[in-house]
């Protein structure tokens, strides 16, 4: 039995760089999600409410048609989202809390789109199974999410959140080593770089791979 994007067991993985045709999500490297558990497509399914993905974009443009300013989805390089994430997106879509109604008349559909800002994963991120990101929030570069967490604020780099709504449950690094992660940005490095710093980058021992960045990448 295979779903929409033919995952045909759990283990199995596809890079969002081959999944994405919305113009308003922008996928780095090597960025991946596995579905399997998922019944439905990545950007019509693990994100969701977010003009653009092709049956939306063959049914209206409401760029064009309503002037609407649309968010956009920032994910970066090595990003891992489980199956049953649930990116939303869509802003204040048609509904508002603070009018007198949040009933969306189609009459008057032009101004009720409110934008909530992009969301932004960063890479190196994981994103947990059943984690929900509400609209507008950053994840930071190394963050985990717990399994299941609704995320409504933005999350700190390297740091592990979890629960509803997420709190941090703790720091993945010290703060100086975060810092040191932050500098290096091994994610940002070519392929080969990182082939050759591999065995580092699979431990937790910062200052060898910070040794190594400052031998061989910065010079
Ligand atoms: C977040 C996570 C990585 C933490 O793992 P860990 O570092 O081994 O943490 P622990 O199990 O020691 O738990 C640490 C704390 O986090 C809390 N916690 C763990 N998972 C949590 C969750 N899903 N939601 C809320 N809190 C959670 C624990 O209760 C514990 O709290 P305490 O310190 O107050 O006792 C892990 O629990 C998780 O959710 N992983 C995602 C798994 C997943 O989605 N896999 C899909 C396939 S990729």
Redesign the pocket.
């Known amino acids: 039995m295979t779903n929409n994007h033919n995952f045909e067991k759990w283990s199995d993985t596809m890079f969002l760089k081959d999944l994405v045709t919305n113009p308003l999500i922008e996928v780095g490297e090597f960025s991946y999600y596995?579905g399997y558990y998922d019944s439905q497509e990545f950007e019509n399914g693990c994100v969701r409410y977010l003009w653009g993905d092709p049956l939306t974009r063959a049914a209206f443009d409401p760029v064009k048609d309503m002037g609407w300013h649309l968010d956009k989805l920032i994910i970066g390089n090595y990003v891992?989202i489980?199956?049953g994430a649930t990116i939303l997106m869509g802003g204040n879509h048609n509904h508002h809390p603070d009018w007198i109604t949040v009933y969306p008349f189609a009459s008057h559909v032009e101004k009720s789109y409110e934008p909530k800002g992009d969301t932004v994963i960063k890479s190196d991120a994981?994103?947990?199974?059943?984690?929900m990101i509400m609209p507008g929030v950053t994840i930071g570069e190394g963050a985990?999410?717990?399994?299941?967490?609704m995320v409504v604020k933005d999350v700190p780099p390297y740091t592990?959140?979890?629960?509803n709504p997420?709190r941090v449950?703790?720091q993945r690094f010290s703060t100086e080593e975060i810092s040191m992660l932050l500098e290096l940005r091994w994610f940002d490095w070519t392929k080969e770089q990182i082939e050759a710093a591999k065995d580092s980058l699979m431990s937790n021992n910062i200052d060898a791979l910070y040794a190594h960045y400052k031998k061989y990448i910065l010079n």
């Open positions: 596995s891992c489980a199956a994981w994103i947990g199974m059943n984690a985990v999410i717990a399994a299941g967490s592990i959140v979890g629960g997420a449950i703790k």
